[in-house]
């Protein structure tokens, strides 16, 4: 008498039919499996060749190619090399005349605050004031302003462009961006907040 479960050969168990559902749950199981890991790489292909909401999303004007700012041989007023306060750090920069009227003092102003706001990541950025003409500013505004770069060279002040301006420089020295006059201050901030995040 036989073993039941046993076939003629005497070894092998008889396995049961897999059913037509089965075989169609288990491919829609795959291909959810398959899109699962197809997902991100569509999301990135998707955010870099068609959606790119970076590349318009700038408040200030990207300066393309960037310029390349001849600092090393510049001293501060006090007397400091100025690459030494630049070295590693965003700067916003101002071109102005020595005598600072309302809307270079405006200027300095945002730019303290623009610093301020940043919190944790303040230390990253530094002010710079450069003056145009070789008139000395009043010693009462630069209280007003400790830590902030003060250096006199037309050559640096033709370089950075048209007065009036906040620019901004990288942490190469390279002049890459110019905010437009009168800013909004909430439009600096975004644009700086980015650049510290992702060039942390």
């Given at each position: ?169 990288d942490p190469r020295g390279n002049l890459m961006m110019r905010f437009p006059q ?19």
């Amino acid at each position: 008498m036989k073993d039941i479960g046993m076939t003629n050969a005497g070894s092998t168990v008889n396995k049961p039919a897999i059913s037509a559902e089965q075989i169609a749950k288990g491919r829609r199981t795959m291909l959810l499996l398959l899109a699962v890991c197809l997902a991100p790489i569509a999301a990135a292909y998707f955010a870099f060749y068609v959606w790119r909401p970076s590349a318009i999303a700038s408040y200030g004007t990207v300066i393309s190619p960037a310029v390349a700012l001849q600092t090393a041989s510049l001293r501060t007023l006090d007397g400091a090399a100025l690459e030494a306060g630049m070295r590693g750090k965003w700067v916003m920069a101002v071109r102005a005349p020595g005598a600072c009227d309302a809307d270079c003092q405006r200027d300095l102003y945002y730019m303290r605050q623009i610093r301020v706001i940043q919190a944790a990541d303040m230390d990253r950025v530094a002010r710079l004031w450069v003056i145009d003409d070789g008139a000395k500013p009043d010693a009462s505004l630069l209280a007003g302003h400790p830590g902030l770069l003060v250096v006199a060279d037309r050559a640096l002040a033709s370089a950075l462009g048209p007065a009036r301006h906040i620019d901004l420089i990288d942490p190469r020295g390279n002049l890459m961006m110019r905010f437009p006059q009168n800013p909004e201050t909430k439009g600096i901030v975004a644009d700086l907040k980015k650049l510290l995040k992702y060039s942390r």
